[in-house]
């Protein structure tokens, strides 16, 4: 790989991680900040004082990313991931934007649907980029830093709660889709493409074909570790500032905040250091990596039912903590144990099917946790029994034994 803009290939790779993660963080702001907002919403949309209609706009979006997961790592694996990322991230932020001036409940249902077509599009093709940038020792630590943007839109998503109580829900939606555009500009200045190994792929021969094919046993029990726990991170994702309201009466803009916050500040220091960790791990050990986010996982399993069962707020706090920095290592992971698992051509399509089931299970849980709350369920019930697929995860993932360090590589594709 050659430099870009007269800097080594090392330090450029390190670069495409800093160009990305502005992205990422308004990939999870944009679609998050939603969720803490709906105590202001519903003032002007006033369906949105149904439980059941807003877990069915906050599913809308998690379905359509779901479905199109796939297509968009397909997509990503044959054509220009540089383009590719600039367009989903334009979009998006369009969208977003059209979202602040949305006259009713119809209007942001459709938007939010767009939105998961665009926003689906980014996370395969990005990763996959990184994962051709960085090459074993620092693939884990790459993916951990671009994914920390993950959980610091997560935590940003809480300060719109607070804007759209002391300013307006319109503001923040007009003022993140504003950023987000001018952002693609600079993107398309600085970003570039890699060679995806063709400067090598014609040193490959016949022989070394088979053993880089997809291990398709690993890789199900990859996409049964991502779905699992993803039905555990939906609903603290989505309802844990209502669940705070509901049991502590906490006000709109405090509620989001300790939401955000507490799970996505450990949750971005479990993605460095789970990263860190790993990759020195898998140095002496080619299962190091599934290893250190089958610890993640079991990290859960306490951390959700505490939130859910906790008999007071500093406990339930405490619980959300844990549980942010178990999923921080897990997450880190996903894409390096792919990288394990499937060679280059299939990075992006098969970490958009691993986005398709982890999505859809959190789409399809999302307004259950809705419903039975309307029907006078308690959402601390739904959480404590969240616990247990993270558990059955955490088992999956410690018993997942990949056998290559990265196929790709292998042949250079």
């Not at 790989?1 to 702001?29: D, E």
């Not at 998961?116 to 090459?135: C, K, N, Q």
């Not at 220091?269 to 299962?287: E, K, P, T």
Request: aromatic letters at 12%; hydrophobic letters at 50%.
């Amino acid at each position: 790989m050659n430099g870009q803009h007269g800097l080594s290939p090392s330090r450029y790779a390190w670069t495409v991680v800093g160009l990305l993660w502005p992205v990422v963080v308004l990939n999870y702001l944009d679609r998050q900040m939603l969720s803490t907002m709906r105590l202001s919403i519903k003032v002007d949309i006033t369906e949105l004082q149904s439980a059941e209609y807003f877990g069915w706009l906050m599913a809308i979006f998690l379905w359509i990313y779901a479905l199109c997961s796939p297509l968009g790592g397909a997509v990503a694996d044959r054509f220009n991931r540089k383009w590719l990322i600039i367009t989903s991230l334009g979009v998006w932020s369009l969208v977003t934007l059209l979202m602040g001036v949305a006259a009713n409940y119809h209007q942001l249902f459709a938007l939010r649907a767009i939105m998961g077509v665009s926003e689906a599009l980014y996370m395969p093709a990005g990763l996959a980029l990184i994962a051709d940038y960085h090459h074993g020792p620092t693939r884990s630590l790459a993916v951990g830093v671009h994914l920390s943007g993950v959980y610091l839109g997560q935590a940003l998503g809480g300060i719109g709660g607070w804007v759209a109580q002391e300013i307006s829900w319109r503001a923040a939606f007009v003022g993140c889709g504003a950023l987000g555009v001018a952002y693609a500009l600079v993107l398309m200045i600085f970003l570039h493409e890699t060679n995806r190994g063709r400067e090598n792929k014609t040193s490959s021969t016949p022989a070394a074909s088979p053993a880089v094919g997809v291990d398709w046993r690993g890789f199900v029990i990859l996409i049964l570790c991502f779905s699992l726990p993803s039905l555990s991170g939906w609903a603290v994702k989505n309802w844990l500032p209502t669940l705070l309201q509901d049991r502590f009466g906490l006000a709109q803009a405090p509620s989001g905040l300790w939401a955000t916050f507490t799970h996505a500040g450990p949750a971005f220091c479990g993605v460095i250091v789970g990263g860190w960790l790993a990759d020195r791990w898998f140095q002496r050990n080619v299962r190091g990596r599934t290893y250190l986010s089958s610890l993640g996982l079991a990290l859960l399993v306490p951390g959700i039912l505490i939130i859910g069962l906790a008999p007071g707020f500093p406990m339930a706090i405490a619980g959300s903590v844990l549980y942010g920095f178990g999923f921080g290592m897990f997450d880190a992971n996903n894409m390096p144990i792919l990288c394990q698992l499937a060679p280059a051509r299939f990075r992006a399509t098969g970490y958009g099917l691993l986005n398709f089931f982890g999505i859809a299970s959190g789409a399809a849980l999302t307004p259950l946790l809705g419903k039975l709350k309307d029907s006078g369920v308690p959402l601390a019930v739904g959480f404590a029994y969240c616990a247990i697929p993270a558990l059955l995860a955490a088992i999956l993932m410690y018993v997942l034994r990949p056998t290559s360090r990265d196929r790709g590589e292998a042949s250079a594709l």
